[in-house]
């Protein structure tokens, strides 16, 4: 069944936009003698926080993606992370911020975190716009955090429900979904 087409609001547009402005002169201030920062965004979510972080650096961005996949029994996000897409450009040497557009269980960016650390960055930092840390299962590190939400389903600003509400402007919860991953039954 698809959902509502306009999910009530929890983070409203004009409270992201601020909160990722600050962010942004945050992540500037933390290299502002460095000539580049390499931002990777993770595919898909973060693509939409990604695009409008990168254009309020200060520091000249480098813009990479990768993509990441965790299968379990079936088609459930509770098996191991594995990657799909790896960036175009080697990181060595690279002042590097991971860019997520939410951390659940820290499954996801404790793999990679792992996995790009070992190629020496000159610098690696985690962001994240979204943290739900009820869902954790694993200690990760986050250096930038956007906001702090409760246990419950998100969509929008580049977070979907079986790819709809990605292009949402705002972060909505959908009251009542029960899936997998990202969601907690309300
Ligand atoms: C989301 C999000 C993170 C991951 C976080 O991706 O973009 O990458 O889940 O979850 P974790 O902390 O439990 O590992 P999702 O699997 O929904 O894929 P998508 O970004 O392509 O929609």
Not at 77 to 88: A, C, F, K, Q
Not at 97 to 119: F, H, K, P
């Amino acid at each position: 069944m698809p959902g509502p087409l306009s999910p009530p609001v929890l983070i409203g547009e004009a409270e992201i936009q601020a909160r990722v402005s600050e962010m942004a002169t945050e992540i500037s201030a933390d290299h502002g003698d460095v000539e580049e920062i390499t931002l990777i965004g993770v595919l898909k979510g973060a693509f939409v926080f990604l695009a409008d972080l990168a254009r309020r650096l200060t520091v000249p961005p480098v813009i990479e993606f990768l993509a990441v996949a965790s299968y379990g029994a079936g088609t459930t996000p509770s098996g191991p992370v594995r990657l799909i897409m790896d960036t175009r450009s080697p990181i060595e040497g690279r002042h590097v911020v991971i860019v997520e557009d939410i951390v659940d269980s820290g499954r996801t960016l404790r793999y990679l975190t792992e996995l790009l650390g070992a190629r020496q960055p000159a610098s690696l930092r985690t962001c994240t716009l979204l943290h739900k840390p009820a869902r954790r299962e694993v200690d990760v590190h986050l250096d930038y955090v956007g906001f702090t939400i409760p246990d419950v389903w998100v969509v929008g600003y580049g977070l979907d429900l079986a790819e709809r509400y990605r292009t949402l402007p705002y972060i909505a919860r959908l009251p009542g979904e029960r899936t997998t991953g990202r969601c907690v039954g309300t």
